[in-house]
């Protein structure tokens, strides 16, 4: 059973910095997909970035530039750095997983795809 734990979350003024953590385990390690989702009161769920097995990244257009994720083998752990904060970014940010790659994904960044989830961590930017 994969198991995720979000942390990092926080509340910021527009133009900071906040990097977020996803501890994972009991995954392969191999053939995945990690990923950070969002979603802001009465939105979808929407992929923000997504790294894979064979360290290949997507972005979502409004936060290409801006958001950096990785994923740290050694620990475990999944980030995603995220700088120049916008207002727009304010959302519950959650981690997950897929047992498929980007490259069977296509490159989208689809909710359905992934089979687990963290609990979320809240990130607030305000002026």
């Known amino acids: 059973e994969v198991q995720l734990v979000e942390s990092g979350g926080g509340s910021v003024h527009t133009g900071g910095s906040l990097r977020l953590s996803c501890a994972a385990s009991g995954y392969t390690p191999s053939n995945y997909c990690m990923a950070w989702f969002r979603q802001a009161p009465g939105k979808e769920r929407e992929g923000v970035a997504g790294?894979?097995?064979?360290?290949?990244?997507t972005y979502a257009d409004s936060v290409k530039g801006r958001f950096v994720i990785s994923l740290d083998n050694a620990k475990n752990t999944l980030y995603l750095e995220m700088n120049s904060l916008e207002i727009e970014d304010t959302a519950m940010y959650y981690c997950a997983h897929s047992d498929v790659t980007l490259w069977t994904m296509n490159g989208v960044l689809d909710r359905h795809t992934f089979d687990s989830w963290g609990q979320g961590t809240q990130v607030t930017v305000s002026s």
């Open positions: 790294i894979d097995s064979d360290a290949t990244t």
